[in-house]
């Protein structure tokens, strides 16, 4: 017999997504954009079928954001004189790991669980 209600576990990483990135802007004192992403991991409960678009949507200009601090501070280091490479490669990763907490969205379970 099949599960009628899927399991939320596929929804651990774009919990952690959304997370990480309210620190990220909750060091850079945005209220505002961490009240967003606490709001956005809330939302994740309601089962509708817009539900997913809006977090993809969010995840990836997350992922945006996490390449554009990348690029500011690259340039900040150099201008300083200060290794890069490895905030750079760290920040990458972050942006990339993002992305793939928006293509959780279209694997199969989650799509049975939203609608």
Same mark, same amino acid.
């Given at each position: 017999?099949?599960?009628?209600?899927?399991?939320?576990?596929?929804?651990?990483?774009?919990?952690?997504?959304?997370?990480? +990135?309210?620190?990220?802007?909750?060091?850079?004192?945005?209220?505002?954009l961490?009240?967003?992403?606490?709001?956005?991991?809330? +939302?994740?409960?309601?089962?509708?079928?817009?539900?997913?678009?809006?977090l993809?949507?969010?995840? +990836?200009?997350?992922?945006?954001?996490?390449?554009?601090?990348?690029?500011?501070?690259?340039?900040?280091?150099l201008?300083?004189?200060?290794?890069?490479?490895?905030?750079?490669?760290?920040?990458?990763?972050?942006?990339?790991?993002?992305?793939?907490?928006?293509?959780?969205?279209?694997?199969?379970?989650?799509?049975?669980?939203?609608?």
């Amino acid at each position: 017999m099949p599960n009628a209600r899927p399991a939320p576990w596929p929804l651990i990483a774009p919990t952690l997504a959304l997370l990480v +990135l309210a620190a990220h802007f909750y060091r850079a004192a945005a209220l505002p954009l961490v009240a967003a992403c606490v709001a956005l991991v809330a +939302l994740q409960a309601l089962r509708r079928p817009w539900v997913p678009h809006v977090l993809q949507l969010a995840l +990836l200009a997350g992922a945006v954001e996490w390449a554009w601090t990348a690029a500011m501070l690259v340039q900040q280091r150099l201008a300083l004189g200060l290794p890069w490479q490895r905030m750079a490669i760290i920040l990458g990763v972050v942006a990339l790991a993002t992305l793939g907490a928006a293509a959780v969205f279209r694997s199969a379970r989650l799509k049975a669980r939203y609608g």
